[in-house]
């Protein structure tokens, strides 16, 4: 079954420390990955997608086909990064979600 | 300004009593899609629908509804609400049913008594 898989539910980390969010695909063929954000009280918005291969508000993921992985990264956390993070696959299925916290 | 409008933003309601959730998005869009949010389980896929008069199951569609009469609309019916429906509800669309990207709308959180 094409699902996706985040296996973190919560993820706490100091301001200034590097994160990874994690996310695991099972997909047969090429998969397309999304992640998506959603801040406190708004709607979920778009992150990054894997395709378009850059970066925003720091945070860069990379697609490995052979840990069928898509983890999402950032260098140096920042309070204002708190949020609930999902990975999606391009056929709108979408991960449980990590919760991250970012304290000061 | 292009969005995804839902309507109510919030929903208290009895069991039993018929209620529809609005979506609307302004963008021509042929993709849209219902999502329940909630703790721990992430975002669910109730029904979505690739285009006018076509509509299909997603993950979780028991106990509820939806027509695509009209591109821009998309409702959500739950004809028999029960408490296990209580819920945070997002509508999405987007312009094609694979690889696009999802525009979400507010959300509408509903409660079932």
């Known amino acids: 079954a094409q699902r996706v898989t985040q296996p973190e539910k919560l993820l706490s980390v100091f301001k200034g420390a590097p994160v990874e969010l994690k996310c695991n695909y099972s997909y047969s063929g090429s998969p397309e990955l999304f992640w998506y954000v959603q801040y406190s009280r708004q709607r979920l918005q778009l992150l990054l997608r894997?395709?378009s291969r850059e970066s925003i508000k720091g945070f860069t993921a990379d697609l490995n086909k052979g840990e069928t992985s898509f983890h999402l990264k950032k260098p140096f956390a920042q309070e204002e990064d708190s949020a609930m993070y999902y990975c999606?696959?391009?056929?709108?299925?979408f991960g449980a979600g990590t919760r991250l916290t970012v304290k000061p | 300004e292009a969005q995804v409008t839902q309507n109510p933003r919030y929903l208290i309601t009895v069991t039993g009593k018929k209620l529809t959730v609005t979506c609307s998005q302004n963008?021509?869009?042929?993709?849209m899609s219902w999502y329940r949010q909630d703790p721990g389980l992430g975002l669910r896929q109730i029904y979505y629908s690739m285009n006018v008069e076509v509509t299909d199951k997603g993950d979780v569609p028991e106990g509820y509804k939806v027509s695509r009469k009209e591109k821009r609309n998309f409702p959500l019916i739950l004809e028999s609400p029960s408490p296990n429906q209580t819920s945070l509800y997002f509508c999405a669309s987007s312009p094609k049913p694979h690889g696009e990207k999802l525009f979400f709308g507010s959300g509408t959180q509903l409660s079932v008594l």
């Open positions: 894997h395709i």
């Open positions: 963008m021509n869009h042929e993709y």
């Open positions: 999606a696959l391009g056929d709108m299925r």
